[in-house]
């Protein structure tokens, strides 16, 4: 409504009517979208190039290269609705157990046989 009777009337004089903020009719008057469109294009491209292994973190590097700014919760938000939340490093992987320098290989003297007898 503001929008459409910004030419005949002030528009600080209709927020006030209103009793909405002037700072809120400018917010939610400006073009946000746009740049949405733009980061999220942004973002899908860094998280294809990067064979699907980037995260946030590496994301926002490579946007900071690029010039745009986003910080890494609005990358995760972002990722999220676009379901690309899981890359390729974040599944366990097994580990094999590396043998500790204390725990060297001791022969077995006794063979198995606990019960000696003096001879």
């Known amino acids: 409504m503001i929008k459409n009777n910004r030419y005949k009337y002030s528009i600080s004089a209709m927020c006030v009517v209103l009793q909405l903020s002037r700072s809120t009719y400018y917010y939610e008057a400006k073009e946000q979208s746009n740049a949405e469109d733009e980061l999220t294009a942004a973002i899908l491209e860094i998280f294809r190039k990067s064979r ?4 946030t973190r590496k994301i926002k590097h490579e946007l900071e290269k690029l010039g745009m700014i986003a910080s890494r919760r609005r990358i995760n938000r972002i990722m999220k609705e676009n379901e690309l939340l899981v890359s390729n490093y974040t599944v ?5 157990h590396v043998d500790k320098c204390n725990e060297s290989k001791v022969e077995n003297v006794l063979k198995r046989e606990f019960d000696q007898q003096e001879e």
């Open 92 to 96: 366990a992987q097994f580990k094999p």
């Open 52 to 55: 699907q292994n980037y995260g």
